[in-house]
């Protein structure tokens, strides 16, 4: 059987590499990066008429490209993210497109650039039979996988928040169709615990880092427990979990130096210098101020609410209930680029084909039929079908 324009498209995605090397300097430069993935989509797109830009830098490429109809509905802002996670130990040869039983595999067939396929056809579809009656702005994101350098770049061109055009946003990310409108956030806190070196034959002449540091983390296990008193109805806890430490200089110095790393998963409403105050505050409360200091605390992904009656909940789930799907919001575990750009005053949603148990794994794969009815829901919310249907 001939495989479909989504399915051809999607391979063509996978195996162009756009690996984020996440900070790791080892990977094969012809793998990493997002500039040949959005140079390939640049070059399509501007090949159906449409006027499209690469923006950000060099390095980490973001697309944007804008299609306006007369009398259009309203506009909406669709992002996919260019990168993928990195290939080490993958089962599979991760740029070889396979089809076969129904899935697609390869690096990135999940995550995410089965949204961008589905989407791209769904245009070509729309276009093609005139029917476009929203208008669009497509993104190509990079890094969202690290630090979403891509989305601040997309949010800087956009511009500022009474110019702008865009109504609403929807990134795509493997959520098996389902629509998320809420998502925690994250921030990395380094801590840094101060003390003074002295020989270890007489411990009491110093102060120990590594003293002062043990109690924060006991601190810290604790303010994690008294979260859990406090759960969002939906989310759940706050939750903090000190997943890294390190420190000391010698077996018979007492330590002047330790470090602590945080993974701090936020609710909407936080953020890294409201993180930051209750670092402070829990050192303080233990008496440790000054010998505690937090040194690094940044924001990761902002977290995501976006109302159930909000006009973007509202089409996808009408669209979703229209094509049988299930249309009713739910939540996601994972952070996504839906964060930042609802942060940033654009109401957004999360959703897209697959499922995030296939992404980052080692036979990474798509459902053709995910991938199928996610270009149907796209080729619907282009042309208005909630809207003139
Ligand atoms: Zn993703």
């Known amino acids: 059987m001939p495989h479909s324009r989504v399915t051809r498209l999607l391979s ?3 195996a162009i590499p756009s690996v984020n090397p996440m900070g790791r300097d080892d990977l094969d430069p012809a793998i990493v990066g997002e500039a040949r993935y959005a140079g390939h989509l640049l070059q399509a797109l501007k090949a159906l008429g449409i006027d499209a830009e690469c923006i950000g830098g060099a390095e980490q490429p973001s697309v944007v490209a804008e299609l306006r109809v007369a009398g259009a509905h309203d506009h909406v802002l669709v992002a996919s993210h260019l990168d993928t996670v990195p290939v080490d130990g993958m089962a599979i040869d991760p740029f070889d497109p396979v089809v076969r039983d129904g899935r697609l595999y390869g690096r990135g067939s999940c995550d995410t650039k089965a949204g961008m396929a589905a989407l791209v056809a769904a245009l070509e579809e729309v276009l093609a039979r005139g029917k476009l009656r929203r208008n669009l702005t497509l993104v190509g994101e990079s890094d969202e996988e690290m630090a979403s350098v891509g989305v601040r770049d997309v949010i800087a061109h956009l511009g500022e928040p009474g110019g702008r055009k865009v109504d609403w946003a929807l990134a795509t990310e493997p959520t098996g169709l389902r629509l998320v409108n809420a998502h925690k956030g994250r921030v990395s806190a380094r801590l840094l615990a101060h003390g003074r070196a002295c020989h270890s034959s007489d411990p009491d002449r110093g102060q120990s880092a590594i003293g002062a540091l043990s109690q924060m983390v006991l601190e810290l296990e604790a303010l994690h427990r008294h979260k859990a008193q406090q759960p969002d109805p939906r989310l759940g806890p706050t939750t903090l979990s000190v997943g890294l430490i390190g420190g000391g200089r010698a077996p018979n110095m007492v330590a002047d130096e330790a ?14 210098a409201s993180v930051r105050a209750q670092l402070e505050a829990t050192a303080a409360r233990a008496g440790l101020a000054g010998r505690i200091e937090v040194a690094e605390c940044t924001l990761d992904k902002e977290a995501l ?30 952070g996504t680029d839906a964060g930042p750009l609802s942060l940033a005053g654009i109401p957004s949603v999360v959703m897209g084909p697959g499922h995030i148990a296939q992404a980052h794994t080692a036979d990474e794969w798509i459902a053709i ?10 080729v619907q919310l ?8």
């Open 369 to 378: 039929d995910q991938l199928e009815a996610m270009t149907r829901f796209f």
């Open 12 to 14: 063509d995605y996978v």
């Open 382 to 389: 282009l042309s208005g079908a909630d809207v003139v249907g």
């Open 259 to 272: 470090w602590a790393i945080i993974d701090w998963r936020m609710l909407p409403g936080e953020d890294e």
């Open 305 to 334: 609410s976006t109302d159930d009656a909000a006009p973007v909940v509202r089409t996808c789930r009408a669209l979703l209930e229209r094509a049988g799907l299930e249309g009713e919001p739910t939540i996601a575990a994972f």
